[in-house]
Antibody, heavy 122, light 109 residues
Framework: EVQLVESGGGVVQPGGSLKLSCSASGFLFSDFAIHWVRQASGRGLEWVGRIRSQDNGYATEYAASAKGRFTISRDDSENTAYLQMNRLKTEDRAVYYC?????????????WGQGTLVTVSS | DIQMTQSPSSLSASVGDRVTITCRASQSISIYLNWYQQKPGKAPKLLIYATSSLQSGVPSRFSGSGSGTDFTLTISSLQPEDFATYYCQQSYSPPYTFIFGQGTKLEIK
């Protein structure tokens, strides 16, 4: 079964840092890009960023809200992707999902992990 | 950045109804449009990719169409398990922003 499991969420003070993990199983992790998407309570989905595969140079792209504060990385030997979040703001409070990206004639996200909650509060 | 606008934001319908949700892009995105379903407290689930391709395991009552800037998700005969929030997402690149629409909440009438 193809599966993604996020971990590392929790409570952090404004200005603090947190590193989320996305552990993958059931597929050849190194072949796929991994995206991060977040959802604030009662709100819609917001794309955070992605990291491409080694074949694509581990290139990363970020949403404007994440650029300069968040860093996505991966360890293919551990089948794990990471989202390092620095200088956290109250508005970063959300459930964070990781997703596998499938590339065909376009790109789509499947599956999604169950999400991990990040709370930014003093 | 490409912006995605869904309509309506919410919709009330009955079991058996035919429902259409619209997604409009601020510029042409060819067929680079996906649809996801999210139920309360759950992660989103892929329904349709590349405008009209049904994800494996998704019932055939779901269909997608469109191209350029205007896209639709149609549910031909609503079932009780279809009441959820639906999101469109563009995957046109560059500029690699993968923006989502704001969502359409489908509720039971």
């Amino acid at each position: 079964e193809v599966q993604l499991v996020e971990s590392g969420g929790g409570v952090v003070q404004p200005g603090g840092s947190l590193k989320l993990s996305c552990s993958a199983s059931g597929f050849l992790f190194s072949d796929f890009a991994i995206h991060w998407v977040r959802q604030a309570s009662g709100r819609g989905l917001e794309w955070v960023g992605r990291i491409r595969s080694q074949d694509n140079g581990y290139a990363t792209e970020y949403a404007a809200s994440a650029k300069g504060r968040f860093t996505i990385s991966r360890d293919d030997s551990e089948n794990t992707a990471y989202l390092q979040m620095n200088r956290l703001k109250t508005e970063d409070r959300a459930v964070y999902y990781c997703c596998r990206a499938i590339s065909g004639n376009t790109i789509w996200l499947d599956p999604w992990g169950q999400g991990t909650l990040v709370t930014v509060s003093s | 950045d490409i912006q995605m606008t869904q309509s309506p934001s919410s919709l009330s319908a009955s079991v058996g109804d035919r429902v259409t949700i619209t997604c409009r892009a601020s510029q042409s995105i060819s067929i680079y449009l996906n649809w996801y379903q999210q139920k309360p407290g759950k992660a989103p689930k892929l329904l349709i990719y590349a405008t009209s391709s049904l994800q494996s395991g998704v019932p055939s009552r779901f269909s997608g169409s469109g191209s350029g800037t205007d896209f639709t998700l149609t549910i031909s005969s609503l079932q009780p398990e279809d009441f959820a929030t639906y999101y469109c997402q563009q995957s046109y690149s560059p500029p690699y922003t993968f923006i989502f629409g704001q969502g359409t909440k489908l509720e039971i009438k």
